[in-house]
């Protein structure tokens, strides 16, 4: 056991259980992760979340998607997907519309201001994940989304 984390919290006492520790250490890691990409977006003004909307928005094609399941794909939760969805059309980087089979539901899709804005981001970004998880090489990478998604079914 490598207690970093016991240092980095300034701890004086140790953990209760083993998984105690490592549930501490992937929040910490999660936040670690979330301010060096919430710094590359907000060159770009976004926010994480509305970068992931799209994302999705820009993988559902030139048709969209409509909001309740662009919001069930979603990596975050986020309460007021209506809100989100209005500010990134403020900026014009998606549009919405109601169908006509059914006007309760608002298709969204990505508009080519959206679609630039994430070409621009694509590349640093990309240098980002490199950056951070690269270092852990092919099988450590494979190894550590076999865990992630373990504890997840679990």
């Known amino acids: ?3 970093k984390l016991i240092a980095e919290l300034q701890q004086t006492k140790p ?3 083993l998984e105690e520790e490592a549930l501490l250490n ?5 936040e670690y992760v ?3 990409f919430s710094e590359l977006f907000k060159q770009f003004q976004l ?3 509305q970068y992931n909307m799209l994302r999705i928005l820009r993988g559902a094609g030139p048709d969209g998607i409509a909001c309740t399941q662009a919001a069930e794909r979603m990596v975050t939760g986020d309460p007021d997907v209506t809100r989100l969805l209005d500010r990134l059309e403020a900026r014009r980087l998606i549009e919405r519309e109601r169908t006509r089979e059914d006007r309760r539901v608002v298709l969204a899709r990505i508009t080519p201001q959206g679609l630039a804005l994430l ?3 694509d590349k640093p970004l990309a240098a980002l994940h490199k ?3 690269g270092p852990l090489g092919r099988p450590r990478l ?3 989304i076999e865990i992630l998604e373990s504890i997840r079914q679990a």
Request: overall charge positive; cysteine-free.
């Open 1 to 3: 056991m490598s207690g």
């Open 15 to 17: 953990f209760a259980t």
């Open 26 to 30: 992937i929040e910490r890691t999660r």
């Open 34 to 36: 979330h301010q060096r």
């Open 47 to 49: 926010t994480p979340t």
């Open 119 to 121: 070409k621009s981001i």
């Open 131 to 133: 950056k951070h998880l």
């Open 142 to 144: 494979a190894q550590l």
